[in-house]
């Protein structure tokens, strides 16, 4: 380390990035000190661990910082007004391209994220055994970093947009309007678990995300609707009020049951599935790793938060008497291909459907 670092970062137009040199040190991202990941483009590494796309090389790295460090002050940038499960779910990345270092003995700057670099850590976390669907979401929060990257004027290597992993649909259940009745009027529930009913009743018959369900009051009811303006989306959805709800309404005088996280609220759902007796066996086929394994489990055990909002949209559509975009609009769905994998119809639940056209009388 021994000459003063310029400030040369340029992105691949040419252009200069945010980064200016003055009194020997860097401004980057409006405001950050020179780090060890702006010496590493340098050549300076202090880990005295080979660079990952140059393989041991001894020219200096192209125009680039580490990549883990990027994420890190990007996310903790931006977290101020994410959820607090942004930054978790980008520690977990963390964790995994961590691993990966440690493993190789190899650094990983923006512009090593290629379609190499991606091929290997893709086989690497499938050695790992995790599931398909895990690997393809780490995936998306990479691909998502390094185009950041981009527009703050790193280099980057564009083949990593290359590199795909197949998708596989998120397995989850509904429950039936007939097995929403039944667990309405099970009676043999503790106090407290007929409170979490009820509040997990409302959510299978308004649609909206835990979130929105677990924070209604009485604002929101205003006539036969309710009115709310959604956290994730900011859309403002009205919803006609169900019968059931009404007793609700009745039950707790407009002081609904709320204050559980996810998790917990989570936790219940299943002890309450067990009890009122949502046994059926449910297949589930997934990729772990490079095997694809099957596996059957009671319902009760699939039973979430997220069930709720799940059974609403998908016990609508099968009534057959209102139409898609009208689903939407209670939903908060914006287009068609977002919806239809949303709803969760068997090939039994479209056959049912279908049996009574008249296309199958004389």
């Given at each position: 380390m021994g000459h003063r670092p310029e400030c040369s970062v340029f992105a691949r137009t040419g252009r200069?990035?945010?980064?200016?040199?003055?009194?020997?040190?860097?401004?980057?991202?409006?405001?950050?000190?020179?780090?060890?990941?702006?010496?590493?483009?340098?050549?300076?590494?202090?880990?005295?661990?080979?660079?990952?796309?140059?393989?041991?090389?001894?020219?200096?790295?192209?125009?680039?910082?580490?990549?883990?460090?990027?994420?890190?002050?990007?996310?903790?940038r931006k977290q101020k007004r994410m959820k607090q499960s942004y930054s978790r779910n980008y520690k977990t990345l963390l964790y995994h391209l961590q691993n990966f270092t440690d493993e190789f003995d190899v650094n990983i700057y923006t512009n090593s994220v290629n379609e190499e670099f991606l091929d290997d850590f893709i086989t690497s976390l499938e050695e790992k055994e995790l599931k398909l669907g895990y690997i393809n979401y780490l995936l998306v929060l990479i691909k998502g970093m390094v185009k950041k990257a981009?527009?703050?004027?790193?280099?980057?290597?564009?083949?990593?947009?290359?590199?795909?992993?197949?998708?596989?649909?998120?397995?989850?259940?509904?429950?039936?309007?007939?097995?929403?009745?039944?667990?309405?009027?099970?009676?043999?529930l503790t106090r407290i678990q007929k409170k979490w009913r009820d509040l997990f009743v409302l959510g299978c018959l308004t649609g909206l995300r835990y979130s929105d369900y677990s924070t209604l009051d009485e604002?929101?009811?205003?006539?036969?609707?309710?009115?709310?303006?959604?956290?994730?989306?900011?859309?403002?959805?009205?919803?006609?009020?169900?019968?059931?709800?009404?007793?609700?309404?009745?039950r707790y005088h407009d002081k609904f049951p709320a204050g559980l996280s996810t998790q917990q609220f989570n936790r219940h759902l299943k002890n309450i599935?067990?009890?009122?007796?949502?046994?059926?066996?449910?297949?589930?086929?997934y990729t772990k790793g490079r095997e694809v394994i099957t596996e059957s489990k009671p319902k009760w055990q699939y039973i979430s938060s997220h069930t709720a909002r799940r059974s609403f949209a998908t016990n609508m559509y099968l009534t057959g008497r209102m139409k898609t975009h009208e689903i939407m609009a209670i939903t908060g769905h914006t287009t068609e291909r977002s919806f239809f994998r949303y709803i969760k119809v068997t090939q039994e639940d479209t056959i049912k459907q279908i049996a009574g056209d008249t296309f199958f009388r004389k």
């Open positions: 200069p990035s945010k980064a200016v040199a003055h009194s020997g040190r860097c401004s980057v991202l409006g405001g950050f000190k020179m780090t060890a990941a702006l010496k590493l483009i340098h050549g300076e590494n202090r880990f005295g661990k080979k660079d990952y796309i140059n393989r041991g090389a001894l020219a200096e790295p192209k125009t680039g910082v580490l990549f883990t460090e990027f994420i890190e002050k990007t996310v903790a981009a527009i703050y004027g790193y280099a980057v290597d564009p083949s990593f947009d290359d590199v795909q992993v197949k998708t596989e649909e998120t397995f989850s259940v509904y429950l039936s309007m007939n097995e929403i009745t039944r667990l309405y009027y099970y009676e043999n604002s929101n009811f205003q006539g036969d609707f309710i009115v709310k303006t959604t956290k994730k989306t900011g859309t403002k959805v009205v919803i006609p009020v169900h019968d059931y709800i009404r007793e609700i309404i009745a599935g067990r009890k009122v007796g949502f046994n059926e066996p449910v297949i589930n086929t």
